[in-house]
C-alpha cells in the first residue's frame, strides 16, 4: 500500500497495551461480530484518525483463511480512490490477520431508511455520481465488486461515499473461465445472473447500480424479490421479461424457462412510477437496467451521461444530507448487515 | 515510504525491541513488556545471488539435489492434482511459486518427513508434500478456483496413496473430536472382532516400532483408549496451521507485486503478446511448452510474469523451431525474412513495457536451463532428437543462441553485489514465526515494482 509511512514504526511501549496488538493503533470498543472477523473500532494514535479494525479468525474453520478477507486483501490493496474505502494497514498478531479501514459512520442504506430525512434530487446525482466513480474505478482496475447494495456504500463523516466489502469482489481473469452466478444480494442481481450465466461482465455492478439509483428516488426497494425464483417475477414484472429479439440468445441461459412473459414497460409507466425523475434520469435508469448486458451502458457511459450535467447541479458532498442521532455503526460488519436485509 | 532502511525495501526493527531482546528480558510487570514490531514488506522478486543465498541458509549442501529433486516430483503431483481439478494452469505456476518461497525462509527438512515412519504433527508440516497441497490449497483461494480443502486432500491423498482413515500418532485434543474418534474405533472393533483381537484400530499399525506401548493395549474396553487424529485429520491441521505460516512467507501479498492488472500470469500474457506480434500456431505451441518447463524453476522469482513471455518469445523467434512436432494443427511456416522481421519490430520498452534488462536475464536463464535440463523438460518430447538443419543434438541450438547472446546485459543488482550486503539484509533470514506470535508484524505491499515500471 503506498499510503502510510513505513518508518512511522512506533516505539512500542506502551503502557495501556494489554493484547499484542500494534501500538500504532488503539482498540477501543468492539462493534460487531460475524462470522469470520470481529470489528472494533480504534484510533490511529500518531495522527488521531478514526479507524476500524477488522480481526479476522484464522485457522478456526475448517478452510482456513476466509475467502471473503483474501479478496478483501487482495483488491482493496491495490485500489485508492477518494470513493473506495482505504485498507490502512494490515497486519498479523499471533493467530489473527488484522485490517485496518477507515472509519465510516454510516451506510445509504441507514439515510434512504430514515424517512424524517428529504432528498433533494441534487442529493441522489451526488451519491449516484460518487458511487459511479467509485465503481469506474474498480473497473478500470479490472475488479468486478458483485455486492453493490445501499449498506455497502458506506459514507465518510465529510459527506464522501465509499464503496466497501470487497468480499465478493474478483478480478476479470480469462475470457473462457467460469464464473460463479451466485453473487451480489438477491435485490441487486442482475438478470444474466439470475438467468445463471456462468459468463458476466462488469454489466453486473452497473445494473446494481442502477437499482440503488432507482432506490434512492422511490426511498423503497425496487426490486424486492422474496426468493430467487421471485426475483425474476418482480424484475420482469418491473422491466419486461427478455426474449431473443431483446437479448439475443438470451432463452439459451440455464435457469430461462417457464417465465411469465411481462411486457417492457412504457416511458408512461415509468415516468409515473418516477414521477420526480427529468427525463435524463429516467434514461439513465433505462440504460443501467437494459436486460442485456451488451445493451447496457459501462461506467465510463453513465458518469458522461447528460444527466449530471444537467441543473441541479450535484450537492456538494459535505452538504449532504446525514444521520442526525448517534446510532451504533456497522462498518465493515458484512454478516450482520447481511442478516438486517433480510428481515 | 521507508526509505531509510537499507535498499530501499524495509526490514526494519527497533533493536532494543527484538524478539531476541524479549526473551532474555523477563520482566516482573507484564504491562510493561515491550511488544516486538516488525514491518514485513513484500518482496515478489529476488536477485539471483539472494535466492543463492538464501537457498544456502535454507537447505543444507549435501541435500541440494535431493531438494530439487523433490521439487520436481512435487511440480508433478501439482499437476496430477491440478489436471483432476480442472483448475487453470496458472493455479500451478501460484502453487511453484509459493512452493519454491517457503523453501526460502524454511529449512529444507528431509530428515524426519517420512510419513509412513512418523505420523505426527511436527513431521507432518516438514512434509514436502504437505507444504505443497497447502500452497496449491492457497493458491486456488487467490487464483478464484474455489475448491473445499477437505476436496484437494482428497485427490491430493489419493494420487499420493495414502490411507486418510489411518490413524496417526498424534492424541487428538479436543474432546468432540475424540468422541468421533472413539465412535469410530467402536464399530471398527465391532467389525474387526470377529476377526481376530489386536486390530482394534486405536494404534496406527506402523507405530508398533516408534509408539512403544501407548495405549498398545488390545481390547482394552474398561480404561478409555488414547484417541488418535487419523492422516485426514492430521493432514488437514497441518495444513491449516501451515496456511498462516505461508500466508506470512508471502507477506499477504495476494497480487505477487504486481498491480491486479498486471497480475496476469506468463500463460496468459504469453497468448496475448503471440497475437499481438502475430505468431503463428506452431511457434505459440513452443512458447507454450517452455512456459510450462519454466513454471517450477526460480526464474518466477526473478522476472515478472510479462518479462518472461516476451523472452519466451524472442527465445522462441531466435530458434525458429520449424521441426515442433504437433500432429492437430497445421499451418503455413512464415519464412526466415518474416521471422526476422517479426523479431526486429519487438520494442520490449514501449510496446510490453518490459526493461531490456529484465528480458534479457530471462532469456539467459531459459537458455541455461534448457542447456543443463533439455533432456527432462517437456519440450524435448516435442522436438526431434537430431535438429534437421545442422544435424547436431538440439541442445546445441540452445548453446549457439547462448553464445550469441554472451554480451546481452543482465540484472545486476548493487544491493546484493557482495556477500557481506547480502549478510546484513535481515529480510534473507529463516523467518522466526514466533514474532508474529510475540508481537505483531505488519505487512506492506512491495514497491519494488519499480524495477520494472516506472509509472508507479
Known amino acids: 500500500m503506498a499510503t502510510e509511512v513505513a518508518n512511522a514504526v512506533s516505539n512500542g511501549i506502551s503502557s495501556e497495551v494489554k493484547s499484542p496488538v500494534q501500538s500504532k493503533y488503539s482498540k477501543d470498543k468492539k462493534v460487531g461480530e460475524g462470522t469470520y472477523a470481529v470489528v472494533y473500532l480504534g484510533n490511529q494514535i500518531s495522527t488521531k484518525r478514526k479507524i476500524a479494525i477488522k480481526e479476522i479468525k484464522t485457522g478456526l474453520f475448517k478452510d482456513g483463511l476466509d475467502m471473503s478477507a483474501i479478496r478483501e486483501v487482495k483488491y482493496l490493496q491495490e485500489l485508492k480512490h477518494p470513493n473506495v474505502i482505504e485498507l490502512i494497514d494490515v497486519f498479523s498478531t499471533s ?73 465478493l469482489a474478483r478480478s476479470l481473469g480469462n475470457p473462457n473461465e467460469e464464473l460463479s452466478s451466485n453473487v451480489v444480494t438477491r435485490w441487486y442481481r442482475a438478470p444474466e445472473l439470475l438467468f445463471g450465466a456462468k459468463h458476466y461482465t462488469v454489466a453486473v455492478d452497473i445494473w446494481s447500480v442502477g437499482i440503488i439509483f432507482a432506490e434512492l428516488m422511490l426511498r423503497t426497494p425496487y426490486l424486492p424479490g422474496k426468493d430467487d425464483i421471485d426475483q425474476l417475477d418482480v424484475t420482469f414484472r418491473a422491466l419486461g421479461t427478455p426474449t431473443d429479439q431483446i437479448w439475443p440468445n438470451v432463452s439459451n441461459l440455464p435457469q430461462y424457462n417457464a417465465l411469465k412473459i411481462y411486457p417492457p414497460p412504457s416511458r408512461q409507466e415509468l415516468r409515473n412510477r418516477f414521477s420526480a425523475a427529468t427525463d435524463n434520469a429516467l434514461d439513465l435508469l433505462i440504460l443501467m437496467t437494459q436486460m442485456d448486458p451488451s445493451r447496457r451502458c459501462d461506467s465510463t457511459q453513465a458518469l458522461l451521461h447528460e444527466f449530471f450535467t444537467e441543473a441541479p447541479r450535484a450537492t456538494d458532498p459535505k452538504d449532504l444530507p446525514k444521520k442526525k442521532e448517534k446510532k451504533p455503526v456497522n462498518e465493515g460488519n458484512d454478516n450482520s448487515n447481511a442478516k438486517r436485509r433480510k428481515v | 515510504m521507508s526509505n531509510q532502511s537499507r535498499n530501499g525495501d524495509g526490514y526494519q526493527r527497533n533493536p532494543s525491541l527484538s524478539p531476541q531482546a ?39 549442501e549435501s541435500e541440494k539435489l535431493h531438494y530439487s529433486r523433490t521439487k520436481h516430483q512435487v511440480f508433478q503431483f501439482c499437476f496430477q492434482i491440478i489436471k483432476q481439478l480442472k483448475f487453470p494452469l496458472r493455479v500451478l505456476s501460484t502453487t511453484m511459486n509459493y512452493y519454491q518461497r517457503w523453501y526460502l525462509f524454511n529449512k529444507f527438512d528431509i530428515e524426519q518427513h517420512d510419513v509412513e515412519d512418523k505420523l505426527t504433527l511436527a513431521a507432518f508440516e516438514k512434509d514436502p508434500y504437505v507444504i505443497a497441497t497447502t500452497c496449491l490449497f492457497l493458491a486456488c483461494k487467490n487464483e478464484d478456483c474455489i475448491k473445499k480443502l477437505k476436496d484437494i486432500q482428497a485427490v491430493a491423498n489419493k494420487i499420493r496413496e495414502i490411507d486418510e482413515s489411518k490413524y496417526t500418532n498424534e492424541r487428538t485434543t479436543s474432546s468432540i473430536l475424540a468422541a468421533a474418534n472413539a465412535a469410530n474405533n ?41 484417541v488418535y487424529y487419523t492422516v485426514g485429520e492430521l493432514h488437514r491441521k497441518a495444513t491449516l496451521s501451515l496456511e498462516f505460516k505461508l500466508l506470512q512467507i508471502i507477506k499477504f501479498d495476494f497480487n505477487n507485486g504486481g498491480s491486479t492488472n498486471l497480475k496476469l500470469t506468463t500463460d496468459q500474457l504469453l497468448i496475448q503478446f503471440c497475437k499481438k506480434i502475430n505468431i503463428n500456431y506452431k511457434f505459440s505451441m513452443f512458447c507454450w511448452l517452455v512456459n510450462y518447463d519454466l513454471i517450477p524453476t526460480s526464474l518466477p522469482l526473478t522476472v515478472p510474469p510479462h518479462c518472461i513471455a516476451l523472452a519466451i518469445i524472442i527465445v522462441t523467434l531466435n530458434l525458429k523451431p520449424f521441426d515442433l512436432k504437433i500432429a492437430h494443427f497445421k499451418d503455413v511456416n512464415d519464412s526466415e525474412t518474416e521471422i526476422s522481421e517479426k523479431l526486429d519490430n519487438i520494442d520490449s520498452e514501449i510496446d510490453f513495457k518490459c526493461p531490456e534488462v529484465l528480458v534479457n536475464e530471462a532469456i539467459i536463464f531459459i537458455l541455461d536451463f534448457y542447456i543443463h535440463e533439455y533432456s527432462k523438460s517437456l519440450l524435448s518430447q516435442y522436438l526431434p532428437l537430431i535438429d534437421e538443419k545442422s544435424g547436431k543434438d538440439q541442445v546445441f541450438k540452445f548453446m549457439e543462441l547462448k553464445s550469441k547472446f554472451n554480451d546481452l546485459r543482465i540484472l545486476t543488482e548493487k544491493s546484493s553485489s557482495t556477500q557481506d550486503l547480502l549478510t546484513q539484509d535481515h529480510y534473507l533470514n529463516i523467518w522466526d514465526y514466533s514474532i508474529a506470535a510475540k508481537g505483531s508484524t505488519r505487512f506492506m505491499s512491495a514497491n519494488k515494482r519499480r524495477k520494472f515500471a516506472k509509472e508507479l
Open chain 1, 95 to 167: 493467530n489473527n490477520l488484522n485490517l485496518v479501514l477507515e472509519f465510516l459512520p454510516c451506510d445509504l442504506e441507514v439515510l434512504i431508511k430514515d424517512t424524517s430525512i428529504v432528498f433533494k434530487s441534487s442529493d441522489i446525482k451526488s451519491w449516484l455520481l460518487m458511487t459511479l466513480r467509485g465503481v469506474h474505478h474498480c473497473h478500470r482496475n479490472f475488479i468486478l465488486h458483485r455486492d453493490l447494495k445501499p449498506n455497502n456504500l458506506l459514507l465518510a463523516p465529510d459527506g464522501q461515499l465509499k464503496i466497501a466489502d470487497f468480499g
Open chain 2, 22 to 60: 524479549d526473551g532474555v528480558t523477563p520482566t516482573g510487570s507484564a504491562s510493561s513488556v515491550p511488544i516486538a514490531n516488525i514491518t514485513q514488506i513484500a518482496r515478489p522478486y529476488f536477485t539471483s545471488s539472494e535466492l543463492r543465498y538464501l537457498h544456502n541458509k535454507s537447505i543444507k
Open chain 2, 186 to 226: 467402536n464399530t471398527n472393533g465391532s467389525i474387526t472382532t470377529a476377526g481376530s483381537v489386536n486390530n482394534a484400530a486405536v494404534v496406527p499399525s506402523s507405530s508398533s516400532n516408534i509408539g512403544s506401548g501407548i495405549g498398545v493395549s488390545s481390547g482394552s474396553s474398561s480404561i478409555p483408549a488414547p
